[in-house]
């Protein structure tokens, strides 16, 4: 066998490049894992810094932002004055995204398993103020 060839027997964990300095492209996850990286880092991350980071193209880059968001409901956004992008600020984050108590959990659950209405109090952010309901969770 020549050197710099592949031995077919190797496992993947062994297989190294045929040519020094032969580079390999990131795959899909680990661009989403480096889109996620570059945003805690940076804060906002302009569109060409992710594409030189990335090395992807402008599609490409597109299509891993929509599915971040879309598939792994990550609160990404394009920050126009800024120009780039950011994660959402916290007072915006989606409900399955905030951090709760299990006690709200406890109270929700219990009122499920004994047929009992809930009253809920909360604020409505559409209308800036706080309104109270009362829900049958069973139904």
């Known amino acids: 066998m020549d050197k710099g060839e592949i031995d077919p027997a190797a496992t ?8 020094a300095g032969a580079q390999f492209r990131m795959d899909r ?30 599609a490409t880059f597109k299509r891993d932002i ?20 950011r994660f959402v600020k ?19 659950a219990s009122a499920v398993l004994n047929r009992q209405r809930l009253k809920l109090t909360y604020w409505n952010r559409a209308k800036d103020e706080v309104t109270e309901r009362e829900v049958s969770p069973q139904r």
């Open 12 to 19: 993947a964990a062994t297989v190294t490049p045929a040519k």
């Open 29 to 58: 996850t680990e661009r989403f894992y480096k889109i996620d990286h570059l945003i805690r880092e940076r804060g906002v991350v302009p569109v060409s810094d992710f594409l030189r980071e990335l090395e992807v193209s402008l």
């Open 66 to 85: 929509e599915c971040v968001r879309s598939r792994h409901h990550a609160p990404i956004e394009w920050d126009r004055e800024a120009g780039g992008y």
């Open 90 to 108: 916290a007072d915006s984050v989606p409900m399955g995204a905030r951090k709760h108590e299990p006690k709200h959990f406890e109270l929700v």
